[in-house]
């Protein structure tokens, strides 16, 4: 099915239920190499052993050693989620071109409470709390009033104008220490939902960093939140599920790196066995390499009266 759906255009991400694989080698080939080219996702239950006894009675399939899974995702560049809701959120962002070079994020928000409950997400996922720099500091201690947060999660205050949404999301966007920006709207009569989504959205046409919205309050934020879908902006109603998304972000831009970095894994021999050492020499070529690794130079040297 991955090598099915890998190859299918109008695919633009592969979603996997899964309790258990059959063949790991061929599951392994076949991930990493089409998740370089679109964002593989698996929701896998069963990660403790009352859930894993669970899936093993359900379908006959051993859930297995979670830890050999989760080790295995990270090398075939597979983000792995834990939700249903999760999982279609994160498909709906990672084929984005503007991926997070790195964990640090920014937080803009009209409200202190929200703020802080987006930090405490971003931390306990394993993401980064981006330290602004002083040009950035001083750029807003000029802008906000003297009694702002003078930090990150950047509390712009209640009654906000649009600009005083957009100029802390530009000073953001500008900093080399941040790697993406959270911006918090909650309703207020001072800065409309739309006015305030149609600007944000006009800063993020000139920026490739993400840019991720939590708009607060339903039916009265709705049409903000449609400028957002028009405009491809990551939009949700609370700050955890937007946190969430900004860490699958950055994982999936490590996974990247990372298969960049490590050689392609070769396929089970799937070669005829008089043609394996050519089969082994095509596969380098394939990929632009003269040179082979030390695992396909020992294979391409050692005996093949047994092949």
Not at 229 to 253: D, F, G, S
């Amino acid at each position: 099915m991955i090598d099915f759906l890998g190859d299918d255009e109008a695919t633009k991400s592969i979603l996997i239920y899964m309790e258990g694989v059959g063949n790991a080698r061929k599951f392994m080939s076949a991930a990493r190499g089409f998740a370089r080219r679109k964002p593989i996702l698996i929701l896998k239950p069963g990660r403790f052993a009352e859930s894993a006894r669970a899936a093993h009675s359900h379908t006959g399939a051993m859930a297995g050693d979670d830890a050999v899974y989760e080790a295995a995702f990270r090398r075939a560049g597979i983000v792995r989620v834990r939700e249903i809701a999760e999982l279609f959120d994160a498909a709906q962002v990672l084929d984005s071109k503007r991926l997070p070079a790195g964990p640090k994020l920014a937080i803009v928000t009209a409200a202190g409470g929200p703020g802080v409950m987006a930090t405490d997400a971003l931390i306990d996922l394993g993401g980064e709390l981006a330290k602004l720099s002083d040009e950035s500091m001083k750029q807003l201690n000029a802008f906000l009033p003297s009694y702002w947060s003078k930090g990150n999660p950047i509390d712009i205050l209640g009654g906000a104008t649009v600009d005083r949404f957009t100029k802390p999301l530009t000073i953001c966007l500008s900093d080399r220490m941040v790697d993406g920006v959270l911006v918090i709207y909650v309703p207020m009569d001072s800065a409309p939902s739309t006015q305030v989504a149609q600007a944000v959205a006009d800063v993020a046409r000139n920026t490739w960093k993400p840019i991720i919205a939590t708009w607060m309050g339903a039916k009265d934020v709705e049409e903000g939140r449609h400028i957002f879908v028009e405009n491809n902006i990551p939009t949700y109603e609370t700050p955890e599920e937007a946190v969430r998304t900004y860490v699958n972000m950055c994982r999936y831009k490590r996974h990247l790196d990372q298969l960049y970095e490590t050689p392609a894994e070769l396929p089970a021999h799937k070669a005829p066995l008089k043609d394996h050492l050519k089969e082994l020499l095509r596969m380098a070529l394939k990929e632009g390499r003269t040179l082979l690794n030390e695992e396909e130079s020992k294979d391409f040297l050692g005996p093949t009266v047994s092949r």
